[in-house]
């Protein structure tokens, strides 16, 4: 047999980045803007358009996201999981989360040496996310 495209190494070469662009569904608004500016000592710009709210999360270069709050914006802890940068060391950002208005549901874990550690949190809203640090 011949070789066939797309086999096992043309599926390697895929995209640099599977995120583009993340948004986070709010109700409380004004709680959960305080809630991340808190836990990741930010100030994040805001905007209305419409029936939406948002807040963008600053970034320079990379992958952005906001804060949503308007129609069918419903957060949930059912769903994808996103995993946020949780910086150079995890506990970091991670003891904010419960004074701000979180809480944490998966204490920092290990997932191996060479991928580092992650841990799970309900946000101010009720969203489910995950926090992933080298450390």
Known sequence: MGSIKGGRNDRRKG????????????INFQQALDFYNTIYSIDMEV???????????????GIGGALVSGPASLPSEKGP???????KDLNTILKKVDPAGGRVIMPKTLINEESGYFAIFLDSEGNKLALHSNK
Not at 15 to 24: A, D, N
Not at 81 to 87: A, H, I, P, T, V
């Open 81 to 87: 999981l996103l995993y946020l940068n949780g910086g």
């Open 15 to 26: 995209l640099k980045h599977y995120i583009s662009w993340f948004e986070i569904p709010v």
């Open 47 to 61: 905007t209305v358009h419409q029936e939406y709210t948002m807040a963008f999360f600053p970034a320079d270069k």
